[in-house]
């Protein structure tokens, strides 16, 4: 079992920044690919980021190529989703998932991870 608590969403204006964290705990919870996702109201669950396990490539959905960055943090078994230059179209609840044997081709599958996190509000005023 791993459990995900993901924390520092907010409001922020466009062009701002938010950073949020996902620290993962539990057995082997190293050792999982570990992904973003957001979710719009009246949207459908989109991909947003991740960083494969083993290997820790990283992929990002084209919408935030250039303004997002994810890291981890092995010691502390914590993934981060910095977001720059905020735009009001990114507003959505910012999830984690942790997922283990997945494959490159399949990342940005809501359905190949396995734990989830509760969420976090992202909110962009323009």
């Known amino acids: 079992q791993v459990q995900l608590v993901e924390s520092g969403g907010g409001l922020v204006q466009a062009g701002g920044s938010l950073r949020l964290s996902c620290a993962a705990s539990g057995r082997a919870s190293n050792t999982y690919t570990m992904g973003w996702f957001r979710q719009a109201p009246g949207k459908e669950r989109e991909f947003v980021a991740c960083v494969m396990w083993p290997g820790g490539s990283i992929f990002y959905t084209d919408s935030v190529k250039g303004r997002f960055t994810v890291s981890k943090d092995r010691a502390l078994n914590t993934v981060y989703l910095q977001m720059n230059n905020l735009k009001p179209e990114d507003t959505a609840v910012y999830s984690c998932?942790?997922?283990?044997?997945?494959?490159?081709?399949?990342?940005?599958?809501?359905?190949?991870?396995?734990?989830w996190g509760q969420g976090t509000q992202v909110t962009v005023s323009s």
């Open positions: 998932a942790a997922g283990t044997l997945i494959q490159r081709g399949t990342y940005y599958y809501p359905n190949v991870y396995n734990y």
